[in-house]
């Protein structure tokens, strides 16, 4: 039993933990209680203290005194006992029946150096800290001097603004700030437009096979019918779309996890399969900021002529997850049905951070950003094939990717698959198996590799390892 310095909080914290022992019935009914003498001595406290609890509990009725004895537990009700494993873990019956069984369970946090492969991480140590944090203090000022207020559903007109000027710029992406809806991430992106277009029970979606997770949870948790469509490298499989299918999630401009581009051939089909089909598209630029080849392919919604795509983008790979901060950019006749859920769900984004990433976006030290970090990256990128194609060429074999912060690379040998993935993924922290983001277990067994948070002299180590390893396997 712990007790404060200052005697009235001594009296409190006494007090509240021999109740608490009474009501959890560590303390059984009719038990006296020690004597306050012996108590103060053993807490170290003066026994006026100990003889005030005691005095409250009474008063409160959980100790019935005694004449010239000590005062015992009253016979009082206990609290129940707490909710067992199986309830907490979600199948209490109070949740309703999608619930019951979570789709996406949080990650546990991954002890993992700080020069690792995780994915879908950018670099702190060349973000500008000092200019973001006079961009928010500058805000904070402002917003001093006015009024409080609940900002737009949708957004401030400055950020979408300067979000619709951005994308224009750098995906060629059509849009106004009457266009742009301002989210929490780019999931809540999806759970937004997932909210808005599906009938639970029936409407079918399609999802890319390997997918990503988080994606097909948020339409799961709509109630959507999930269809995994097979990807190879020409990106989504339009062929194999379910002629039912009226949504088709992708992401078009750098494929998670395989990391492949969706041909011009392919964008062309699917849009024309959405015009025949009466579909809409959600596009998922995914890592569309950080491009190492050629011309980047125009995005599915800028070839969009009858407005059936929904572009969904995010700053946490471009700035840092931590700003939560993403958009989609809808069709005209969805922009206010999408501002009415995002207005239930969470009302607005906060106004402080929107106010920066506005300024940060208009006075272009976000283009300024992305520009600086893309040789960085390039370099990583550069490390990373070459250790792929020589140090681990007899075992892997990497998948076609120009964009984005990871890159894939497919078995050789897939029969081998138990054997060498071990090794692989032991050796390069972070990493992951493209199973881990697959609906079925007919995916090519491949590994991916994120560049974003480690340096190009610890992937040539980390690569040169690996191969040693695989080498005694192997023999």
């Known amino acids: 039993m712990t007790v404060p310095r200052a005697r009235g909080e001594r009296t409190r914290a006494l007090h509240e933990q021999l109740r608490a022992a009474i ?25 006026n203290t100990v003889v005030a609890a005691y005095d409250l509990l009474v008063a409160e009725g959980y100790l019935v005194p005694r004449q010239g004895a000590r005062p015992r537990v009253a016979g009082i009700a206990r609290r129940p006992p707490r909710p067992g494993r199986a309830m907490a873990a979600g199948t209490a019956p109070r ?13 546990p946090p991954r002890v993992l150096p700080a020069q690792n492969f995780r994915l879908g991480l950018p670099d702190h140590r060349h973000f500008p800290h000092a200019l973001w944090r006079r961009l928010m203090a500058r805000e904070l000022r402002r917003l001093a001097r006015e009024p409080f207020a609940y900002p737009p559903s949708q957004g401030i007109e400055a950020l979408r603004g300067a979000i619709a000027q951005h994308v224009a710029f750098a995906r060629a992406v059509a849009c106004a700030a009457d266009d742009v809806v ?17 009938t639970p029970g029936q409407t079918r979606v399609a999802v890319e096979e390997p997918g990503y997770p988080p994606v097909r949870a948020a339409f799961a948790a709509a109630g959507a019918r999930l269809v995994p469509i097979p990807v190879d490298d020409e990106g989504l499989r339009v062929e194999r779309l379910p002629d039912d299918a009226r949504i088709v999630v992708v992401t078009p401009s750098h494929q998670s996890p395989t990391g492949v581009a969706m041909s011009l051939r392919r964008r062309a089909e699917l849009l024309d399969f959405a015009r025949r089909r ?5 596009e998922d630029d995914y890592d569309g900021e950080f491009r190492f080849g050629g011309r980047p392919l125009d995005a599915l919604q800028t070839l969009d002529r009858d407005g059936r795509v929904f572009y969904v983008g995010t700053f946490s790979k471009s700035l840092f997850p931590a700003l939560r901060k993403g958009f989609v950019v809808a069709p005209a006749w969805a922009r206010d ?15 402080v951070t929107q106010s920066a990433l506005a300024a940060f976006i208009r006075d272009g030290h976000l283009a300024r950003h992305v520009r600086h970090m893309r040789p960085i990256y390039a370099a990583r990128r550069e490390a990373l094939l070459d250790g792929l194609r020589h140090e681990l060429g007899e075992w892997l074999e990497p998948i076609p990717s120009e964009a984005g912060l990871h890159l894939a690379a497919r078995l050789r ?37 994120g560049y974003g948070v480690i340096d190009t002299a610890e992937i040539a180590a980390a690569l040169a390892r690996m191969r040693r390893a695989l080498r005694k396997v192997y023999g």
Do not use: I, N
């Open 95 to 107: 949740f309703a029946p999608a619930w019951r069984t979570p789709f996406l369970r949080p990650s």
């Open 278 to 282: 009466g579909a809409v598209v959600v």
């Open 182 to 198: 301002v989210t929490s991430g780019a999931q809540q992106a999806f759970d937004l437009v997932a909210r808005l277009l599906v």
């Open 413 to 449: 040998d897939p029969a081998a698959a138990s054997r060498l993935l071990p090794v692989v993924l032991r050796h390069a922290p972070g990493a992951e198996s493209t199973a881990d983001y697959a609906m079925t277990r007919r995916v090519e067994p491949a590994v991916t590799f």
């Open 23 to 47: 009501l959890d019935g560590r303390l059984p009914v009719d038990e006296p209680l020690p004597a306050t003498r012996r108590v103060a001595e053993a807490l170290g406290v003066a026994r």
């Open 337 to 351: 049905g999408l501002a009415m859920v995002k207005h239930c769900c969470d009302s607005h984004c906060d106004l």
